[in-house]
């Protein structure tokens, strides 16, 4: 884990899916190794950031949890603007999480980046005997969607690291191969000009 002032890349990330799949204690297991038992409701928007080294990259994640619950949905959904990348969540135990995913993508494609990098993420895997998703099942959704796959516990850490680290391996090969333009990917890069890096980096992924 690298300091805020010694990153090449940084890329917005949002949590989405249903209200208590464990999103927020993803975030605070990839951002903090924390696991909080009595997690509360999300309200609106929380953001954490870690920075972290990828190849010979550095690459500071600015990721945002999303509250799940219908009352905030049309706060939320402006969050959106500007993700590169989106891990959508629910919870390998209760099926319904899983019923909802379409929903979320069509909403997370109508307001983000097209180029948008996602990853389906079955949490929860340390509840395996109460498991109401089979695993290939959400894997074959996943992959006709063209979505990332991966089952995560933020309890026990299982997955928590791989998962976040692919999504932002695959945002920076997006960047690398230019299929995504560095004004909507909101990259910054240490090669530019201290200036032009300094001030990127004020106006990068600003929230609106």
């Known amino acids: 884990m690298g300091s805020d002032e010694s990153y090449n890349f940084v890329f917005k990330v949002v949590l989405i899916g249903e209200s208590g799949v464990g999103k927020s204690n993803l975030l605070s297991r990839f951002t903090k190794n924390e696991f909080n038992h009595d997690s509360r409701t999300t309200i609106g928007v929380e953001f954490s950031t870690r920075t972290v080294q990828l190849d010979n990259y550095a690459i500071k994640a600015q990721i945002w949890d999303t509250a799940g619950l219908e009352r905030y949905r049309a706060i939320t959904s402006a969050y959106y603007r500007g993700a590169v990348g989106a891990l959508l969540v629910y919870d390998i135990s209760k099926h319904l999480t899983y019923e909802s995913v379409d929903r979320w993508l069509k909403e997370l494609f109508d307001h983000a980046d097209p180029h948008i990098v996602v990853m389906l993420v079955g949490n929860k895997r340390d509840l ?81």
């Not at 894997?139 to 026990?156: C, P």
């Not at 000009?193 to 001030?199: D, G, K, L, T």
């Open 128 to 208: 395996d005997t109460l498991r109401t998703v089979p695993t290939e099942e959400a894997k074959d959704f996943a992959e006709k969607r063209g979505l990332m796959f991966m089952e995560t516990s933020a309890l026990d850490s299982t997955n928590v690291e791989n998962a976040f680290n692919e999504v932002l391996k695959a945002i920076h090969k997006k960047v690398a191969s230019r299929e995504v333009t560095r004004g909507s990917i909101c990259a910054v890069t240490l090669s530019n000009p201290p200036s032009e890096a300094q001030e990127g980096r004020r106006n990068c992924c600003r929230s609106t």
